[in-house]
């Protein structure tokens, strides 16, 4: 079993729906949480970070259970520049490793 | 500009013909580390260093080699290429403290191995 799975899609929504991606992670030691953003052929960017209290960055809300050991991406009000892959990431600072979902491919069609 | 550099962006080459992949980063970050993307496997960490002359291995180290002579640069060595690492390659660097969780790629260089 990997230790961050994701659906790796594709979703394929409308231009305006909201949209939700979950991540699952199995190591209760992970201490940091973040959504990348990755487009096709292109390197991975911060997208943003995720706190126990949640975030929110205009339309993206990220949310973190430590209880379930899951975090999650909203993207409400879909824009078509939002179709990408969106990379779930886990830190553990014990072990100094940064680990890196599959991804989840987005599509949002007009 | 806070920059990634890795070349070649591009390479083709042959099984056994020694291959290198440069990474530098004008950040003066701690942190460098390379991956390799494959599909349905996502971002793969081959070795990592936490500052110069420290390297550890990653979850993929078999068949690379990695130095960390100074802060700004930390290439890939591949000694004898294998078609098994026709891939993506991902440099990238942070500050010490991930915590701080931005990791900064280079813009990848695709490797095929024939």
């Known amino acids: 079993r990997k230790e961050v799975e994701q659906d790796p899609g594709p979703f394929n929504v409308p231009e305006g729906a909201t949209v939700a991606f979950n991540c699952t992670y199995s190591n209760s030691a992970s201490q940091s949480f973040f959504w990348y953003r990755q487009d096709c052929r292109k390197e991975p960017k911060l997208l943003m970070s995720v706190y126990s209290s949640g975030n929110e960055d205009g339309r993206f809300t990220a949310q973190l259970n430590r209880a379930s050991q899951y975090i999650s991406l909203l993207i409400r009000d879909s824009k078509l520049s939002d179709s990408a892959t969106y990379l779930c990431v886990v830190f553990r600072s014990s072990a100094s490793k940064i680990i890196f979902g599959s991804g989840t491919r987005l599509s949002i069609r007009p | 500009e806070a920059q990634v550099t890795q070349n070649p962006r591009y390479l083709i080459t042959v099984t056994g013909k020694k291959l290198t992949v440069t990474c530098s980063q004008n950040m003066n970050h701690e942190y460098m580390s390379w991956y390799r993307q494959d599909p349905g496997l996502g971002l793969r960490q081959i070795y990592y260093?936490?500052?110069?002359?420290?390297?550890d291995k990653g979850d993929v180290p078999e068949g690379y080699k990695v130095s960390r002579k100074e802060k700004r640069n930390f290439p890939l060595i591949l000694e004898s290429p294998s078609p098994n690492q026709t891939s993506l390659y991902f440099c990238a660097s942070s500050f010490v403290g991930q915590g701080s969780g931005e990791l900064f790629f280079g813009e990848g260089s695709r490797l095929t191995v024939l």
């Open positions: 260093s936490m500052n110069v002359e420290v390297t």
